[in-house]
């Protein structure tokens, strides 16, 4: 059985062309690679035939370096799309030879996006990762000239498609015949979101020693720089909860928890701040931001670090 390896973002696209793959005989591996710029539901409804198979790659600083200076630029937001694609398909390439796959395949469709998928930037892409005529892309096949795969025969470009542009009609009709439900229409790339864009903007210009995890904290709570530190509230009870799993890290924070329903605090730790100083700044943000009033407030200690016990 001819093997393929799909590039999988999670979107539309990339799971009907799952299927599509299938439908030609292939056993088609999900190569997902994660990011801290993906949003916390970029797999929402993919059907679990998929992603019981994904194999996943954890994108690593050299690709943060990628994000902060792209040899080709940026789209509409922080997305450096060109560069993004030469580094993803660069990791696919180097799981296929070492895992003996036979095909590349990818969910792109001509002139869907103006910054990446045109039909010159698709050459470049392929020029620039060494794959000429060897990345499938079976939305648009019919639309560029054929593969090595399909002259050698072991695709059939019949039954390959011609979508093109950003409609995605053709697409959705696919997922109903394909019996997936209310798929997401892209892949969940935070760096074309203005507001998380802004946010990581603003960490870069307050942060010389930020890292992926402060990265992964903008996806999440109100954000407040104070001197040369940060505090972030919760807005709910799933994010309280997660602020309070980053707060084991108690060299890089403290965390405040109210006694009442309210917002949690985590409160990086500042070299030339004193603590006090944070939390004082902090308490009055929860007090702002809950839904009560509180007007006094005790502390105990807990995680080495001031929290907020009684009213």
């Known amino acids: 059985m001819t093997k393929c390896l799909l590039l999988f973002s999670g979107g539309l696209d990339s799971t009907v062309a799952f299927y599509i793959l299938k439908e030609q005989g292939c056993e088609v591996i999900p190569f997902k690679i994660t990011t801290p710029f993906l949003s916390s ?7 679990f035939e998929i992603t019981q198979k994904i194999v996943y790659y954890e994108a690593k600083q050299d690709y943060i370096e990628l994000v902060l200076h792209p040899e080709y630029g940026y789209g509409r937001g922080l997305n450096p799309c060109i560069d993004c694609k030469i580094y993803m398909l660069k990791k696919a390439k180097e799981y296929l030879q070492q895992n003996s796959l036979d095909i590349i395949a990818t969910g792109e469709v001509v002139g869907q996006r103006p910054f990446s998928q045109q039909k010159y930037q698709l050459k470049l892409i392929e020029k620039k990762t060494n794959l000429e005529d060897k990345i499938l892309r079976p939305l648009c096949a019919k639309l560029l000239p054929p593969t090595i795969y399909e002259k050698n025969g072991i695709i059939d470009r019949e039954k390959l498609l011609s979508i093109s542009g950003r ?34 903007k603003t960490l870069l210009e307050k942060f010389k020693n930020w890292d ?49 329903i309210g917002p949690v605090a985590l409160c990086y730790v500042s070299r030339s701040i004193d603590k006090k100083e944070i939390y004082e700044y902090a308490i009055q943000l929860i007090k702002n931001y809950s839904k009560k009033n509180q007007s006094s407030i005790n502390e105990s200690s807990s995680n080495n670090g001031p929290s907020l016990h009684t009213v």
Do not use: M, W
């Open 41 to 47: 539901n970029h797999l929402k409804n993919v059907p």
């Open 167 to 200: 409609s995605r009609k053709i697409q959705i009709e696919l997922a109903k015949k394909y019996g997936i439900h209310n798929p997401f229409s892209a892949g969940g790339c935070l760096l074309t979101d203005k507001n998380f864009v802004d946010r990581f």
């Open 212 to 260: 992926i995890q402060d990265i992964e904290l903008l996806k999440i709570g109100r954000h407040f720089y104070y001197k040369d530190t940060k505090v972030i509230l919760g807005r709910d009870k799933n994010e309280n909860e997660t602020l309070i799993s980053y707060s084991k890290n108690k060299e890089k924070f403290f965390i405040i928890e109210p006694p009442f």
